[in-house]
């Protein structure tokens, strides 16, 4: 049998160390996003744009929502963009879908799809790419032939940006 003597506690002081070093700040330095879920009708001419909307706001940190439809970067540096969109058409034709800058399309984003009548088509992607300070970000769409595109229920146009650096 053993027997514990709980009578005597030991107090142990244990000296601190020096401070270590700072590490990177953590989380990220800019970030925004919008999103559209009105279903809606957008009518396209030939081989013209069409902006698509982005009505509500997600958080940000160092951008702005001045331009309708847009995000205002407010940090250069290195951006991740997310976009993705979904559509039907009232008459089979090939949309193409951008993310703009100062609107001027970004090639890695530009993507081209033959619609069908009446069946939902989905365009998203990712990219990375460098943006200046001041310079805006959104969304538009052409088609080869005049049409309806329609924005259906529920989330049908998201684009996010959030800065790697």
């Known amino acids: 049998m053993i027997i514990i003597n709980t009578n005597y506690l030991l107090n142990f002081t244990i000296p601190q160390g020096p401070t270590g070093p700072t590490g990177p700040a953590s ?3 800019a970030y925004g996003g919008k999103y559209n879920t ?3 009708t957008l009518n396209l001419g030939i081989g013209t744009q069409t902006q698509l909307p982005l009505s509500v706001n997600m958080p940000n940190l160092n951008t702005s929502y001045t331009q309708t439809n847009s995000i205002t970067i407010n940090q250069t540096g290195t951006y991740e963009i ?3 969109m979904s559509i039907s058409a009232a008459l089979a034709t090939t949309v193409t879908f ?3 800058q100062n609107g001027t399309n970004i090639p890695s ?3 081209s799809k033959a619609l069908t009548v009446g069946t939902n088509t989905t365009y998203n992607g990712s990219t990375i790419v460098n943006i200046t300070s001041g310079n805006t970000i959104d969304m ?3 088609a080869l032939l005049a049409v309806g595109i329609t924005l259906g229920n529920g989330v ?3 684009l996010s940006i ?3 650096n």
């Open 27 to 29: 989380g990220l330095s």
């Open 38 to 40: 009105t279903s809606q």
């Open 82 to 84: 997310n976009y993705y």
């Open 98 to 100: 951008s993310v703009r």
């Open 109 to 111: 984003t530009t993507i």
């Open 140 to 142: 538009a769409i052409s």
């Open 156 to 158: 049908n146009a998201s």
């Open 162 to 164: 959030k800065k790697l």
